[in-house]
């Protein structure tokens, strides 16, 4: 049996708590309606980290092997040169959104590829293999980016869903069928206390009924 609440059994308690649960029901509609529509966009976004992961790790993988025949094209020592005169890229900007009502991030940042006068480092001192290994990762770090924007958002929806689930939980299996058992527990009594009542007049009537009889001999 479910847990009481402390409240007096009266009719007032009794109509307040009949409120309680429409109220409570209706908030419970609106949690669960919140909750699958979080599961939906959490299962769309899922899947495109899931081939933006796939894609990052196809990327890497030419990137590095670029890498490497760029450093057997000039060198390890000259790569490394050309390495520490390429311009930083631009900085991010990190904003927020909303998702079904959850704060997520915004990244804000444009495509990272360059041109190699953009990079910085001479024409002329490098080789058309630098080129193709610095462009590779320019996309890696495209798909980097969007990534993290992408999993950052699972991870605040994935938080949101058990908050939502939770509370929906509360409702349906301690708050509602605790006031439920409640106005069980108050109509119960009440109609206890009106036929405790109802004896209590009949007494009541048969006394003064027994009273009279007994006076008009």
Not at 169 to 174: G, W
Request: charged letters at 40%; proline letters at 2%.
């Amino acid at each position: 049996m479910a847990e009481l609440l402390n409240v007096k059994p009266t009719r007032m308690e009794l109509l307040n708590l009949k409120r309680r649960i429409q109220l409570a029901k209706k908030g419970h509609k609106l949690l669960k309606d919140k909750q699958d529509a979080l599961i939906m966009e959490f299962f769309t976004i899922y899947d495109e980290a899931l081939n933006l992961r796939g894609e990052l790790n196809r990327k890497m993988e030419e990137a590095f092997r670029a890498l490497r025949e760029a450093e057997i094209d000039v060198g390890t020592l000259r790569l490394k040169e050309i390495s520490l005169s390429v311009r930083p890229n631009r900085e991010i900007e990190v904003r927020k959104r909303n998702v079904m009502g959850v704060p997520v991030p915004l990244i804000e940042a444009g495509s990272f590829r360059r041109s190699v006068r953009e990079r910085g480092y001479a024409f002329v001192s490098s080789s058309a293999k630098v080129d193709i290994a610095a462009e590779k990762f320019e996309e890696v770090l495209d798909l980097a980016v969007r990534l993290a924007e992408v999993e950052e958002t699972l991870k605040r929806l994935a938080r949101e869903i058990e908050v939502t689930k939770r509370r929906v939980n509360a409702l349906e299996y301690i708050i509602i069928p605790r006031m439920e058992a409640t106005v069980k527990f108050i109509k119960q009594r009440l109609d206890e206390m009106e036929r405790e009542n109802f004896f209590r007049l009949k007494r009541v009537k048969a006394l003064i009924e027994a009273r009279a009889r007994g006076e008009s001999h």
